[in-house]
T-cell receptor, first 113, second 108 residues
Framework: GAGVSQSPSNKVTEKGKDVELRCDPI?????LYWYRQSLGQGLEFLIY????????KSGLPSDRFSAERTGGSVSTLTIQRTQQEDSAVYLC???????????FGQGTRLTVV | GIQVEQSPPDLILQEGANSTLRCNFS?????LQWFHQNPWGQLINLFY???GTKQNGRLSATTVATERYSLLYISSSQTTDSGVYFC??????????FGQGTRLTINP
């Protein structure tokens, strides 16, 4: 079956522009997570959705970052006025209930120039 | 919040050697997973193992929940086993909390 799908795979944007990153979770999965990974570093938590609600958005680094999830399915992570330090791989994962096995997408590599 | 520590941070081995990676966590958990991040950055699921022992080919994992640790064993390692191995836990349907990873390098 289909896994977690993220788009685009790569995004190059100019400093100051807004970007939207998309995550399609596995069908029926209620939990959805966003992480980012800078080069050579570990995984940094951004936000967790259960259905359309975000009980934990503690990892969003600034008010330039926002995320939404609609219909309990697709999620969009938006970064406004991008900065060079936003350059990273953004990873999305989903799990059936939030207590079960989580699966990751292939990530979106964001480069801010 | 819960803390996850992995050891060793780096491990360099010759092809054919065996290795043991450790994950310690600071509180009880509902879920524990091991992932392998390949050179292309993809996170591959290895084991979903909140407790007990599982085996998959040359890899096996054991989680002792009462003592708050998990071990990942790799036997007869191959160069394709190289990469970063992450342990991640979930407590009470919250976020996945990751350790910092073990970078494994297998030399031919």
């Amino acid at each position: 079956g289909a896994g977690v799908s993220q788009s685009p795979s790569n995004k190059v944007t100019e400093k100051g522009k807004d970007v939207e990153l998309r995550c399609d979770p596995i069908s029926g999965h209620t939990a959805l997570y966003w992480y980012r990974q800078s080069l050579g570093q570990g995984l940094e938590f951004l936000i967790y959705f259960q259905g359309n609600s975000a009980p934990d958005k503690s990892g969003l680094p600034s008010d330039r970052f926002s995320a939404e999830r609609t219909g309990g399915s697709v999620s969009t992570l938006t970064i406004q006025r991008t900065q060079q330090e936003d350059s990273a791989v953004y990873l999305c994962a989903s799990s059936l209930t939030g207590l079960t096995e989580a699966f990751f997408g292939q990530g979106t590599r964001l480069t801010v120039v | 919040g819960i803390q996850v520590e992995q050891s060793p941070p780096d491990l360099i081995l010759q092809e054919g050697a065996n290795s043991t990676l450790r994950c310690n966590f600071s509180d009880s958990v509902n879920n524990l997973q091991w992932f392998h991040q390949n050179p292309w950055g993809q996170l591959i699921n290895l084991f979903y193992i909140p407790s007990g022992t599982k085996q998959n080919g040359r890899l096996s994992a054991t989680t002792v929940a009462t003592e708050r640790y998990s071990l990942l064993y790799i036997s007869s390692s191959q160069t394709t086993d190289s990469g970063v191995y992450f342990c991640a836990v979930i407590q009470r349907a919250q976020k996945l909390v990751f350790g910092q990873g073990t970078r494994l390098t297998i030399n031919p």
